[in-house]
């Protein structure tokens, strides 16, 4: 993934996101994260320097529900937004009702979205549309 400075790219995944680093070859201004464990994946950021033009991606996560349902607090502790699925604001998790999934989204750095999901279990529900952890919880309730 191309990011503007590394230094500050290696902090934010290490130090905010909790991701593992398995190299850094400053020579080659690339670093590269443990994604999950060493045998589910990798992140590699690669520092393109100034260039006028920057492409910013987007990035889904598979993580633990409870790493999910607790994201929206540790982003905003750490002062990151967390975002809904339309870019807006929002301070618990989203649902999207298709999958089912438990989601939350959030600009790293450069400004690449990134995405942390977690499958539920249930039948998807398409008509559910995209709506709250706590919507989704209270219709299984009833």
Not at 25 to 36: N, Q, S
Not at 84 to 93: M, T
Request: proline share 7%; hydrophobic share 45%.
């Amino acid at each position: 993934m191309p990011v503007r400075d590394l230094k500050v790219s290696i902090a934010f995944y290490r130090d905010v996101l909790g991701l593992e680093l398995a190299a850094e070859i400053p020579e080659r201004k690339i670093a590269f994260f443990w994604v999950g464990d060493k045998r589910t994946g990798m992140l590699g950021l690669w520092e393109y320097g100034t260039a006028p033009l920057f492409m910013t991606l987007h990035f889904a996560f598979r993580t633990a529900r409870e790493a999910v349902l607790s994201a929206c607090e540790k982003l905003q502790t750490a002062g990151i937004q967390p975002l809904s699925i339309k870019n807006q604001p929002i301070s618990e998790p989203e649902v999207i009702g298709w999958m089912p999934a438990v989601v939350v989204y959030f600009k790293d750095p450069d400004g690449h979205t990134i995405e942390f999901l977690n499958l539920l279990d249930g039948e998807p529900d398409k008509a559910f549309g995209v709506q709250p952890y706590s919507a989704w919880v209270g219709r299984t309730a009833t």
